[in-house]
């Protein structure tokens, strides 16, 4: 493009910046959450639990690598850790998104059964069921990020050495990646998006119109489905719109003067990485343990927690 360095500007102030908060924070948030999982809900391994510690070791696995981009963006766009890192860092980042967007679909259509079919999920769903589609994701999504290795690469532009996921120099595979990333669009967040929004409509018409449900789940069903909103309109649809949107225009017309594109796309890649701090959100309405610890303890908490006691005794 005419115009690469006067758009380029805004990647050194915005992207360092917004990698340096989700860093610590989605570091911190996944630890404890998968601290508390693993200890907290120990006795308690259910498919819910099983399909949140897979999303939470795939937030840990990519953020260890956002300290490599803070500093790619903090030296201008210059790579210094070999075309190797360059590829292990889009690749991991690739299944980050995907793994993050196929669990969260898992965790909702497992609690769409749960509450629209609680006698056929008592009887047949296994935690075993929740580790085999679990797999099922990692392979999948592996399969499904393998070109980025392909792709991606670095490039030389003027005295620095960037690391892309599509070098246009030289030219030839520009229609091929277009089409693999239209590709990741439909069917690794269209696709997703519609099962995920289908189970979640289910979910709040079961609960509303169960007279039995508290309103501790009702608060809890709000709070899962709010998180599943936030997720999709600020992390995951904006990303894949001003990525196709951008490459299109990039491939198409590359002297087009469309400077407010690209910098969506900027501020959209650093979005797409919020997912893993709004997780933890996610983990608050799944889990009673990570909620309290958050929280504390309600009102509705300790009458539950009585009720439960004096079943026990009986």
Known sequence: MANNFTCENIQKPLLPLMYGVEFPVALAGNLFALWLLVV???????????????????D??????????????????????????CKIERFLFTCNLYVSIFFVMAISVNRCVALAF??????????????????????????????????????????????????????????????????LAVFGCLVPFLVTFSSYCVVISVVWKNISVTTLEKRKVALLVTSMIVLYAVSFVPY????????????NTPNADVCWVYYMYQVSKGLATLNMCIHPILYMALFDSMRVACCGKSREDDNRGGSMKYRAAA
């Not at 690598?65 to 790619?72: G, N, S």
């Not at 296994?126 to 290795?149: F, N």
Request: contains cysteine.
């Open 40 to 58: 907290r809900e120990r006795r308690n391994w259910h498919t819910g639990v099983v399909l949140a510690c897979n999303l939470a070791i795939s």
């Open 118 to 183: 609680p006698f056929f999920t008592r009887s047949h769903v296994e935690p075993v069921h929740a580790k085999a589609v679990s797999v099922l994701i990692w392979v999948l999504v592996a399969a499904m990020s393998c070109p980025v290795l392909r792709f991606a690469s670095v490039c030389q532009s003027g005295n620095k050495t960037q690391c892309v996921f599509f070098c246009l120099r030289p030219p030839g595979n520009e229609s091929s990646h277009f089409t693999y990333k239209m590709f």
């Open 60 to 85: 840990l696995l990519y953020v260890l690598t956002l300290p490599l981009l803070i500093v790619y963006y903090s030296l201008d766009k210059h790579w210094v850790f070999g075309e190797a890192a």
């Open 240 to 251: 894949h719109v001003f990525q196709i949107w951008h490459l299109y225009r990039k491939i």
